[in-house]
C-alpha cells in the first residue's frame, strides 16, 4: 500500500487526500492564508491516521457495549467508540462510525487554531463540516425521489456537522435493503453511526427476492462474521417497500426523539421516508457550496 497522498483537484480549489482505504476531499473558505494554512494542518495530521487505527482495528471490530466504553488510545478510536455507545443496544461495533469519525478528526485537524468561514471534510459522502455565524453550506443527496429536494441546506444554527449515508448499494456491507439513507446528526461520527443502524433495519427478513451472504465470505476479516449482508435486491411489492421503510422510519423516529439526530431521509424502490422537519425536509431555495452527494 502506498503511503499518504496529498494533491489538488484540477479545479485548484479542493485538496484530495488518500491511504488505503481512506479517500478524503477537503475544502476550506475564508482568509486566503488561514485557508493556506488550515490545508497544511490536515495534510500533517493525514500522515498517522490510518496508521493510527490499525494499531486498533482488532478491537475496533469487536462489538461495542451500552454505557461500557472502551479506552482507545487513539483519538479517531475513541471517536468511533464515543458515537456507537448511544446505540449499542443492539449489535453495532465502532466500525460503523469509522468513515465518519475520520472526516470529524480531519475538520479538527484543518480547524486548529485557524478562523475560517466554512469548511468540509467529505470521506465518500460521509461529512464532517464548519459552518460559522451566520453561514450556510449546500450539499447534494443521492437517491432523492419526489418528496424531498435533491439539495439540502445546512445553516450554522442548526446544530448539524455531520452527514452520513449508508445503504445496500454503498462502499460498507449493509443488513438492510435500503437504496440509502441518509443522517443529519452532531458530528459525522454519529450520522455514520445512525444512518448504518437505520439503513440496517430498512428490511424484510426472509423475503426471496433478496440475495444475502454471510459477510466473512465476502471478507474475512468483517466485523459483521456470519451476519448476512444484502447482495441484491429483486422486485418488490409496493407493500414490502412501504413496510420495509416503516421499519427503518421507526428506528430514526426513536434516535431523533432521543436527541442522537437531528433528521433522516429513507430511500427504497422510488417511495421515500423522512424523520424530522429541518432542512431535509424542505427544498433548498437558496443552495450553498455543494459539499457531497451523499
Same mark, same amino acid.
Given at each position: 500500500?502506498?503511503?499518504?497522498?496529498?494533491?489538488?483537484?484540477?479545479?485548484?480549489?479542493? %485538496?484530495?487526500?488518500?491511504?488505503?482505504?481512506?479517500?478524503?476531499?477537503?475544502?476550506?473558505?475564508?482568509?486566503?492564508?488561514?485557508?493556506? %494554512? @488550515?490545508?497544511?494542518?490536515?495534510?500533517?495530521?493525514?500522515?498517522?491516521?490510518?496508521?493510527?487505527? *490499525?494499531?486498533? $482495528?482488532?478491537? $475496533?471490530?469487536?462489538?461495542?457495549?451500552?454505557? @461500557?466504553?472502551?479506552?482507545?488510545?487513539?483519538?479517531?478510536?475513541?471517536?468511533?467508540?464515543? /458515537?456507537?455507545?448511544?446505540?449499542?443496544?443492539?449489535?453495532?461495533?465502532?466500525?460503523? #462510525?469509522? /468513515?465518519?469519525?475520520?472526516?470529524?478528526?480531519?475538520? /479538527?485537524?484543518?480547524?486548529?487554531?485557524?478562523?475560517?468561514?466554512?469548511?468540509?471534510?467529505?470521506?465518500?459522502?460521509?461529512?464532517?463540516?464548519?459552518?460559522?455565524?451566520?453561514? =450556510?453550506?449546500?450539499?447534494?443527496?443521492?437517491?432523492?425521489?419526489?418528496?424531498?429536494?435533491?439539495?439540502?441546506?445546512?445553516? =450554522?444554527?442548526?446544530?448539524?456537522?455531520?452527514?452520513?449515508? =449508508?445503504?445496500?448499494?454503498?462502499? =460498507?456491507?449493509? %443488513?438492510?435493503?435500503?437504496?440509502?439513507?441518509?443522517?443529519? #446528526?452532531?458530528?459525522?461520527?454519529?450520522?455514520?453511526?445512525?444512518?448504518?443502524?437505520?439503513?440496517?433495519?430498512?428490511? $424484510?427478513?426472509?423475503?426471496?427476492?433478496?440475495?444475502?451472504?454471510? /459477510?466473512?465470505? !465476502?471478507?474475512?476479516?468483517?466485523?459483521?462474521?456470519?451476519?448476512?449482508?444484502?447482495?441484491?435486491?429483486?422486485?418488490?411489492?409496493?407493500?414490502? *417497500?412501504?413496510? #420495509?421503510?416503516?421499519?427503518? !422510519?421507526?428506528?430514526?423516529?426513536?434516535?431523533?426523539?432521543?436527541?442522537?439526530? @437531528?433528521?433522516?431521509? !429513507?430511500?427504497?424502490?422510488?417511495?421515500?421516508?423522512?424523520?424530522?422537519?429541518? #432542512?431535509?425536509?424542505?427544498?433548498?431555495?437558496?443552495?450553498?457550496?455543494?459539499? @457531497?452527494?451523499?
Amino acid at each position: 500500500m502506498d503511503g499518504p497522498q496529498a494533491h489538488w483537484l484540477q479545479d485548484g480549489k479542493r %485538496l484530495h487526500l488518500n491511504h488505503g482505504p481512506i479517500d478524503l476531499i477537503v475544502e476550506a473558505f475564508g482568509e486566503v492564508q488561514e485557508c493556506r %494554512l @488550515a490545508y497544511e494542518q490536515a495534510v500533517a495530521r493525514f500522515q498517522t491516521i490510518l496508521i493510527e487505527l *490499525v494499531k486498533e $482495528l482488532p478491537e $475496533l471490530r469487536l462489538p461495542a457495549f451500552f454505557l @461500557a466504553p472502551r479506552a482507545f488510545d487513539g483519538p479517531t478510536a475513541r471517536r468511533m467508540e464515543a /458515537a456507537v455507545i448511544p446505540l449499542a443496544e443492539c449489535f453495532i461495533t465502532p466500525m460503523a #462510525a469509522v /468513515a465518519g469519525s475520520v472526516a470529524d478528526e480531519m475538520i /479538527a485537524a484543518l480547524l486548529a487554531g485557524r478562523k475560517l468561514d466554512r469548511a468540509y471534510v467529505n470521506n465518500g459522502g460521509d461529512c464532517a463540516l464548519h459552518i460559522g455565524k451566520g453561514q =450556510s453550506m449546500g450539499l447534494a443527496v443521492a437517491g432523492t425521489g419526489p418528496d424531498i429536494a435533491d439539495r439540502i441546506t445546512i445553516r =450554522s444554527s442548526d446544530n448539524v456537522r455531520g452527514v452520513a449515508t =449508508s445503504g445496500w448499494r454503498g462502499r =460498507s456491507f449493509s %443488513l438492510g435493503i435500503a437504496d440509502a439513507v441518509t443522517v443529519l #446528526a452532531r458530528t459525522g461520527a454519529e450520522a455514520d453511526a445512525a444512518a448504518t443502524l437505520i439503513a440496517n433495519a430498512v428490511n $424484510l427478513p426472509g423475503n426471496p427476492a433478496i440475495k444475502r451472504t454471510p /459477510a466473512c465470505e !465476502l471478507s474475512p476479516d468483517s466485523d459483521l462474521g456470519a451476519r448476512l449482508v444484502t447482495q441484491s435486491v429483486g422486485t418488490l411489492a409496493l407493500g414490502e *417497500v412501504a413496510r #420495509a421503510l416503516d421499519n427503518g !422510519l421507526a428506528v430514526a423516529e426513536d434516535f431523533r426523539r432521543r436527541g442522537l439526530i @437531528a433528521a433522516a431521509a !429513507l430511500f427504497l424502490g422510488g417511495e421515500t421516508r423522512i424523520s424530522g422537519s429541518m #432542512a431535509l425536509a424542505a427544498p433548498n431555495k437558496s443552495p450553498g457550496k455543494e459539499v @457531497a452527494h451523499a
